[in-house]
Antibody
């Protein structure tokens, strides 16, 4: 069974950094594009970033461009989100998701919570 | 405010049918596939519909999707109390070069 498990969330001060990880199992990780999506509690889902199969092509939402970087290690079956210059508005639950093609995310992790506060 | 417009809420009685609309433009829905997600309270989203109208294995045929022009629609028949959730449409925007989520629709089964 395909599974994604996020880790790395926590409390960080504004301006700080955090790296989220997403461990994949039960499917051929290197064959699939991957996404990060976030959700402020009580609000809607917002796409954050996407990466292609070998990591050579990435896209980031304007709200995080220049601050967040998506990457992957296919040898470790792991997706990452490096978050720098964090702002209070980045506080959210962050989900990783497997893309089955044409932007359809068919496997999701349980989410990891990032809180940016002084 | 999202580029994709969904009604904030819809409601219907158990056993009835409901539709949720998702309105966009030629740069997104008009030229790209739409997928739909269900998010039950406190859980991760779940893929219901992909490529406008296809259902992943395990999704009952009570759920259906369609697309016409710059709009897409999710249909749910035979409503159950367990269908109470938030529903989101998603697509790619060719001009913005980003994945976009609709604002979400809260379904209440009265």
């Amino acid at each position: 069974e395909a599974q994604l498990v996020e880790s790395g969330g926590g409390l960080v001060q504004p301006g700080g950094s955090l790296r989220l990880s997403c461990a994949a199992s039960g499917f051929t990780f290197s064959n699939h594009w991957m996404d990060w999506v976030r959700q402020v509690p009580g609000k809607g889902l917002v796409w954050v970033a996407r990466i292609n199969t070998d990591g050579s092509d990435t896209s980031h939402a304007d709200s995080v461009k220049g601050r967040f970087t998506i990457s992957r290690d296919n040898a470790k079956n792991t997706l990452y989100l490096q978050m720098n210059s964090l702002r209070t508005e980045d506080t959210a639950v962050y989900f990783c998701a497997k893309d089955r093609g044409y932007d359809a995310m068919d496997v999701w992790g349980q989410g990891t919570t990032v809180t940016v506060s002084s | 405010q999202s580029v994709l417009t969904q009604p904030p809420s819809v409601s219907a009685a158990p056993g009835q049918k409901v539709t949720i609309s998702c309105s966009g433009s030629s740069s997104n829905i008009g030229n790209n596939y739409v997928s739909w997600y269900q998010q039950l309270p406190g859980t991760a989203p779940k893929l219901l519909i992909y490529e406008n109208n296809k259902r992943p294995s395990g999704i009952p045929d009570r759920f259906s999707g369609s697309q016409s022009g710059t709009s897409a629609t999710l249909g749910i028949t035979g409503l159950q109390t367990g269908d109470e959730a938030d529903y989101y449409c998603v697509t790619w925007d060719t001009n913005l070069r980003v994945v976009i989520f609709g604002g979400g629709t809260k379904l209440t089964v009265l």
